[in-house]
T-cell receptor, first 112, second 115 residues
Framework: KQEVTQIPAALSVPEGENLVLNCSFTDSAIYNLQWFRQDPGKGLTSLLLIQSSQREQTSGRLNASLDKSSGRSTLYIAASQPGDSATYLCAVWMDSSYKLIFGSGTRLLVRP | DGGITQSPKYLFRKEGQNVTLSCEQNLNHDAMYWYRQDPGQGLRLIYYSQIVNDFQKGDIAEGYSVSREKKESFPLTVTSAQKNPTAFYLC??????????????FGDGTRLSIL
Protein backbone atom coordinates (compact mmCIF):
# COMPACT_ATOMS: atom_id res chain seq x y z
CA LYS A 1 0.00 0.00 0.00
CA GLN A 2 1.39 3.37 -1.01
CA GLU A 3 2.22 5.76 1.80
CA VAL A 4 3.31 9.35 1.31
CA THR A 5 5.19 11.16 4.06
CA GLN A 6 6.12 14.82 4.29
CA ILE A 7 8.81 16.18 6.59
CA PRO A 8 8.83 18.53 8.37
CA ALA A 9 5.18 18.96 9.36
CA ALA A 10 5.78 22.66 9.98
CA LEU A 11 8.54 25.09 9.12
CA SER A 12 9.16 28.73 10.04
CA VAL A 13 11.84 30.72 8.21
CA PRO A 14 12.80 34.39 7.84
CA GLU A 15 12.05 36.11 4.57
CA GLY A 16 14.68 35.65 1.88
CA GLU A 17 15.81 32.18 2.89
CA ASN A 18 16.03 29.33 0.42
CA LEU A 19 14.23 26.25 1.70
CA VAL A 20 13.55 22.62 0.89
CA LEU A 21 10.41 20.62 1.58
CA ASN A 22 10.63 16.85 1.52
CA CYS A 23 8.25 14.16 0.32
CA SER A 24 8.83 10.41 0.38
CA PHE A 25 6.75 7.54 -0.94
CA THR A 26 6.97 3.80 -0.39
CA ASP A 27 5.96 2.38 -3.79
CA SER A 28 7.96 3.56 -6.80
CA ALA A 29 5.30 2.48 -9.36
CA ILE A 30 3.99 5.98 -9.92
CA TYR A 31 2.76 7.82 -13.02
CA ASN A 32 3.62 11.23 -11.64
CA LEU A 33 4.17 13.28 -8.51
CA GLN A 34 2.41 16.56 -7.92
CA TRP A 35 3.06 19.44 -5.54
CA PHE A 36 0.15 21.59 -4.40
CA ARG A 37 -0.25 24.72 -2.33
CA GLN A 38 -3.19 25.18 0.06
CA ASP A 39 -4.04 28.50 1.70
CA PRO A 40 -6.11 28.40 4.93
CA GLY A 41 -9.73 27.46 4.28
CA LYS A 42 -9.12 27.13 0.55
CA GLY A 43 -8.76 24.44 -2.06
CA LEU A 44 -5.51 23.22 -3.58
CA THR A 45 -3.56 24.97 -6.30
CA SER A 46 -1.30 22.87 -8.50
CA LEU A 47 2.32 24.08 -8.43
CA LEU A 48 4.35 21.47 -10.28
CA LEU A 49 3.77 18.05 -11.81
CA ILE A 50 6.70 15.72 -12.49
CA GLN A 51 6.16 12.75 -14.77
CA SER A 52 7.75 9.47 -13.63
CA SER A 53 10.27 9.72 -16.50
CA GLN A 54 11.37 13.22 -15.49
CA ARG A 55 13.89 14.30 -12.87
CA GLU A 56 12.74 17.83 -12.17
CA GLN A 57 10.37 20.66 -13.03
CA THR A 58 10.77 24.39 -12.52
CA SER A 59 8.31 27.24 -12.27
CA GLY A 60 9.63 30.64 -11.26
CA ARG A 61 11.21 30.38 -7.81
CA LEU A 62 10.02 26.79 -7.40
CA ASN A 63 11.95 23.69 -8.38
CA ALA A 64 10.75 20.16 -7.75
CA SER A 65 12.91 17.08 -8.14
CA LEU A 66 12.00 13.43 -8.30
CA ASP A 67 14.13 10.39 -7.49
CA LYS A 68 11.74 7.58 -8.24
CA SER A 69 14.10 4.75 -7.34
CA SER A 70 14.65 6.07 -3.83
CA GLY A 71 11.03 7.21 -3.43
CA ARG A 72 11.83 10.87 -2.79
CA SER A 73 10.88 14.29 -4.05
CA THR A 74 11.93 17.74 -2.90
CA LEU A 75 10.36 21.13 -3.45
CA TYR A 76 12.92 23.92 -3.42
CA ILE A 77 11.69 27.47 -2.85
CA ALA A 78 14.21 30.19 -3.60
CA ALA A 79 14.26 33.58 -1.89
CA SER A 80 11.16 32.91 0.20
CA GLN A 81 8.55 35.63 0.68
CA PRO A 82 5.75 36.08 3.26
CA GLY A 83 3.28 35.37 0.45
CA ASP A 84 4.72 31.85 0.24
CA SER A 85 3.20 31.07 3.64
CA ALA A 86 0.78 28.18 3.11
CA THR A 87 0.55 24.41 3.44
CA TYR A 88 2.37 22.47 0.74
CA LEU A 89 1.14 18.99 -0.15
CA CYS A 90 2.68 16.37 -2.35
CA ALA A 91 0.71 13.58 -3.98
CA VAL A 92 1.52 10.61 -6.19
CA TRP A 93 -0.58 9.20 -8.99
CA MET A 94 -0.24 5.45 -9.06
CA ASP A 95 0.29 3.30 -12.16
CA SER A 96 -2.45 0.90 -11.17
CA SER A 97 -5.21 3.18 -9.97
CA TYR A 98 -7.23 6.25 -10.80
CA LYS A 99 -6.35 8.27 -7.76
CA LEU A 100 -3.89 10.61 -6.12
CA ILE A 101 -2.44 9.63 -2.76
CA PHE A 102 -1.59 12.61 -0.60
CA GLY A 103 0.90 13.33 2.12
CA SER A 104 -0.28 15.26 5.18
CA GLY A 105 1.51 18.44 4.14
CA THR A 106 4.14 20.87 5.40
CA ARG A 107 2.84 24.08 6.93
CA LEU A 108 5.22 26.90 5.96
CA LEU A 109 5.44 30.30 7.64
CA VAL A 110 7.75 32.90 6.12
CA ARG A 111 8.38 35.70 8.64
CA PRO A 112 8.86 39.28 7.36
CA ASP B 1 -12.98 31.91 -16.32
CA GLY B 2 -12.98 28.13 -16.18
CA GLY B 3 -12.99 26.49 -12.80
CA ILE B 4 -14.72 24.42 -10.17
CA THR B 5 -17.50 25.83 -8.01
CA GLN B 6 -18.41 24.24 -4.71
CA SER B 7 -21.43 25.26 -2.68
CA PRO B 8 -22.25 26.02 -0.01
CA LYS B 9 -19.03 27.23 1.60
CA TYR B 10 -20.32 26.26 5.07
CA LEU B 11 -22.92 23.63 5.91
CA PHE B 12 -24.41 22.40 9.14
CA ARG B 13 -25.98 19.00 9.59
CA LYS B 14 -28.47 17.94 12.20
CA GLU B 15 -28.55 14.47 13.68
CA GLY B 16 -30.10 11.94 11.26
CA GLN B 17 -30.11 14.37 8.35
CA ASN B 18 -28.74 13.84 4.86
CA VAL B 19 -27.02 16.83 3.27
CA THR B 20 -25.82 17.35 -0.30
CA LEU B 21 -22.70 19.22 -1.35
CA SER B 22 -22.65 20.69 -4.82
CA CYS B 23 -19.72 20.59 -7.27
CA GLU B 24 -19.87 22.09 -10.76
CA GLN B 25 -17.03 22.43 -13.28
CA ASN B 26 -16.83 24.23 -16.61
CA LEU B 27 -13.41 22.88 -17.60
CA ASN B 28 -14.88 20.18 -19.84
CA HIS B 29 -13.08 17.59 -17.73
CA ASP B 30 -14.13 13.94 -17.89
CA ALA B 31 -12.98 12.95 -14.40
CA MET B 32 -14.25 14.29 -11.09
CA TYR B 33 -13.32 13.48 -7.50
CA TRP B 34 -14.46 14.05 -3.93
CA TYR B 35 -11.95 14.25 -1.09
CA ARG B 36 -12.26 14.67 2.63
CA GLN B 37 -9.65 16.62 4.62
CA ASP B 38 -9.40 16.44 8.41
CA PRO B 39 -7.32 18.96 10.41
CA GLY B 40 -3.59 18.54 9.92
CA GLN B 41 -4.06 15.67 7.50
CA GLY B 42 -3.83 15.09 3.81
CA LEU B 43 -6.75 14.40 1.52
CA ARG B 44 -8.55 11.08 1.43
CA LEU B 45 -10.56 9.98 -1.60
CA ILE B 46 -14.30 9.40 -1.07
CA TYR B 47 -15.59 8.77 -4.62
CA TYR B 48 -14.43 9.39 -8.15
CA SER B 49 -16.00 9.35 -11.59
CA GLN B 50 -14.13 8.88 -14.86
CA ILE B 51 -17.13 9.44 -17.10
CA VAL B 52 -20.80 10.39 -16.99
CA ASN B 53 -23.11 7.80 -15.38
CA ASP B 54 -20.18 5.94 -13.85
CA PHE B 55 -18.49 6.33 -10.48
CA GLN B 56 -16.31 4.28 -8.15
CA LYS B 57 -15.76 4.12 -4.41
CA GLY B 58 -12.57 5.56 -3.04
CA ASP B 59 -10.89 4.74 0.25
CA ILE B 60 -13.58 6.09 2.61
CA ALA B 61 -16.93 5.78 0.76
CA GLU B 62 -19.00 4.45 3.67
CA GLY B 63 -21.76 6.91 4.65
CA TYR B 64 -21.48 8.86 1.38
CA SER B 65 -23.22 8.68 -2.00
CA VAL B 66 -22.73 10.42 -5.36
CA SER B 67 -24.28 10.74 -8.79
CA ARG B 68 -22.86 11.76 -12.17
CA GLU B 69 -25.80 12.50 -14.44
CA LYS B 70 -24.06 15.38 -16.22
CA LYS B 71 -20.43 15.91 -17.18
CA GLU B 72 -20.31 19.22 -15.34
CA SER B 73 -21.81 18.10 -12.03
CA PHE B 74 -20.79 15.63 -9.31
CA PRO B 75 -22.86 16.15 -6.13
CA LEU B 76 -21.92 14.40 -2.89
CA THR B 77 -24.52 13.37 -0.32
CA VAL B 78 -23.40 12.88 3.26
CA THR B 79 -25.90 10.47 4.74
CA SER B 80 -26.92 9.91 8.34
CA ALA B 81 -24.85 6.73 8.22
CA GLN B 82 -21.68 8.84 8.25
CA LYS B 83 -21.15 9.17 11.99
CA ASN B 84 -18.25 11.59 11.89
CA PRO B 85 -18.99 13.96 9.00
CA THR B 86 -17.28 17.08 10.37
CA ALA B 87 -14.52 17.85 7.86
CA PHE B 88 -13.48 19.99 4.92
CA TYR B 89 -14.75 18.52 1.63
CA LEU B 90 -12.92 19.20 -1.62
CA CYS B 91 -14.08 18.50 -5.15
CA UNK B 92 -11.59 18.15 -7.98
CA UNK B 93 -11.58 17.44 -11.69
CA UNK B 94 -9.07 16.38 -14.32
CA UNK B 95 -8.94 15.51 -17.99
CA UNK B 96 -8.81 11.82 -17.09
CA UNK B 97 -6.35 9.02 -16.51
CA UNK B 98 -5.17 9.02 -20.14
CA UNK B 99 -3.78 12.50 -19.53
CA UNK B 100 -1.37 11.71 -16.71
CA UNK B 101 0.64 14.86 -17.46
CA UNK B 102 -2.29 17.07 -16.45
CA UNK B 103 -2.90 18.05 -12.83
CA UNK B 104 -6.13 17.93 -10.89
CA UNK B 105 -7.98 21.21 -10.38
CA PHE B 106 -9.70 21.89 -7.06
CA GLY B 107 -12.66 23.88 -5.84
CA ASP B 108 -12.53 26.04 -2.71
CA GLY B 109 -14.19 23.44 -0.54
CA THR B 110 -17.21 23.07 1.74
CA ARG B 111 -16.80 22.97 5.50
CA LEU B 112 -19.36 20.66 7.08
CA SER B 113 -20.12 20.76 10.80
CA ILE B 114 -22.54 18.97 13.10
CA LEU B 115 -25.18 20.98 14.95
Amino acid sequence: KQEVTQIPAALSVPEGENLVLNCSFTDSAIYNLQWFRQDPGKGLTSLLLIQSSQREQTSGRLNASLDKSSGRSTLYIAASQPGDSATYLCAVWMDSSYKLIFGSGTRLLVRP
Amino acid sequence: DGGITQSPKYLFRKEGQNVTLSCEQNLNHDAMYWYRQDPGQGLRLIYYSQIVNDFQKGDIAEGYSVSREKKESFPLTVTSAQKNPTAFYLCASSMGQRYSNQPQHFGDGTRLSIL
